[in-house]
């Protein structure tokens, strides 16, 4: 069995590190556009903000080691075009250019994501940096390494991270989106009004509800101009979003709008023998039981696992994803699984309740402890739990976990109310924050 893998980062690592494991006999080639493999990118802010020990380890996997376990890695390689009925690949040797097409049995599609990039002038000027891939990264190490000014466009995680690193690292620095709070899509007001708080202690300028109109490049750095003002600085950075890098596969495969590659429960595509996994492809979000995109290396990771297993025939099923995830600001842990009411009202879903709750995660005849603030979304009618968040200067990052488990599970509120949850004073209340909320949610 031939098989084919566009794409080399989480997804692609795992398609083909499990397809090995399922079929030893198999022979893997992977086309990969870049020189490396398994960038965990998102430790990027980490590194700008000198806490990374050593940023070789930001790759668990190496060229290497794939080519020794078996499998043939065609690196500096990009694929150019694609026929997946006929299953044939046409691709250029990047160091010379030389033009090859070949045929396999399956293709895994693992093309990732790319960067937005809105059509405004000047974005592609000089001193402006994406934040994606490792070569990025290194410029923007590089570039900040010495820059008394930075402007950060996007207040979504990576926005937000980059221009926290900046900030407590003596960078006078600007945040710009275009919607009217930081991490909106990602978290409901009382959180990120705390986090606004935070980025303003830290002089750092919020120019919310705006929308870039230009970037003018120049000697001294960036202006860039919104439709609310101009800020200047000496370096860029853009953390807009992202989107499927799936045009190769345009009116071959059924996608959803935005160029999402749609996979069924065992990651294979409208095209027989073609998976797809990771950015690429869309995920089934459990919250509203449909599919979505949802760009997130766990996703990835889950995804392209499933491509290993299912290679050969159908037989493990995709459990979906509550697109579960963590950010730290500041000292302050922020987490959350499934809903929030932002998420909910921009994909029509009427009927949900929340409350939230503060208690402090630990008895108060401890020596020390600290506030948790905890929200809980479910559904009127089912009493479903659908999401949640929390918010603190203690480490709550692994009770999304355990919600995410809860509405994958389609637990409801008052399951989750009673369910067992450890009592020891260095660690909890005798009722733990995440049945505390639950309880709460079951009263109202």
């Given amino acids: 069995m031939k098989v084919a893998i566009i794409g080399c980062t989480h997804a692609g690592i795992f398609s083909a590190r499990g397809i090995l494991e399922t079929d030893p006999n198999a022979e893997i080639t992977v086309f990969e556009k870049n020189d490396t493999v398994s960038f965990l990118s998102c430790g990027i802010a980490l590194w700008v903000g000198d806490h990374v020990s050593d940023p070789e380890k930001m790759f668990y996997d190496s060229v290497e080691a794939m080519q020794h376990d078996g499998i043939e890695m065609k690196m500096k390689h990009e694929v150019t075009k694609v026929d997946l009925d006929d299953k044939t690949i046409t691709y250029e040797n990047l160091n010379n250019n030389q033009e090859t097409t070949d045929q396999f049995d399956k293709i895994v599609v693992t093309t990732g994501s790319k960067p937005v990039m809105p059509p405004i002038p000047g974005i592609e000027g000089k ?26 466009i996007g207040a979504g995680y990576i926005g937000a991270e980059i221009a926290e690193q900046f900030s407590v690292n003596g960078i006078k620095t600007t945040l710009i989106d275009g919607l009217d709070r930081v991490l909106a899509k990602n978290f409901d007001q009382d959180i990120t009004d705390e986090v606004e708080l935070e980025y303003q202690k830290h002089d750092v300028t919020l120019a919310l509800g705006q929308m870039v109109k230009s970037f003018e490049s120049h000697d001294g750095g960036v202006t860039v101009n919104t439709d609310k003002g101009s800020y200047e600085a000496e370096i860029v950075v853009l953390g807009i979003g992202f989107l499927p890098r799936t045009d190769l596969f345009t009116g071959q ?21 073609v998976f797809a996994a990771g950015d690429s492809a869309t995920v089934f979000y459990n919250p509203t039981q449909q599919d979505d995109y949802i760009p997130l290396a766990t996703n990835a990771v889950r995804q392209g696992i ?44 009427d009927g949900i309740k929340t409350v939230t709750i503060e208690q402090d995660y630990r008895p108060d005849f401890m020596l020390t402890t600290t506030p948790v603030r905890a929200t809980l979304v479910w559904d009127e009618k089912t009493r479903a739990v659908l999401g949640g968040s929390f918010y603190s200067e203690h480490d709550i990052s692994q009770t999304a976990n355990a919600l995410s488990l809860a509405i994958q599970n389609k637990m409801t509120i008052d399951e989750l109310a009673l369910s067992d949850f450890l009592f020891q004073p260095n660690f909890s209340q005798p009722i733990n924050f995440l049945g505390a909320v639950a309880m709460a949610a079951a009263k109202k």
């Fill in 253 to 273: 495969v059924k996608m959803i709008d935005n160029g999402a590659i749609i996979v069924d429960k065992y990651m294979q595509t409208s095209v027989k023998d």
């Fill in 306 to 349: 499933l491509v290993g297993k299912n290679i050969l025939k159908p037989q493990v099923a995709y459990l979906g994803t509550q697109s579960t995830s963590a950010v730290e600001l500041y000292g302050k842990a922020m987490a959350s699984s499934g809903l929030n009411q932002q998420l909910a009202k921009s994909r029509g879903i």
């Fill in 127 to 152: 001193n402006i940096y994406l934040c994606k891939n490792w070569d990025d990264a290194k410029a923007i190490k590089e570039a900040s390494k010495d820059a008394k000014s930075a402007i950060v």
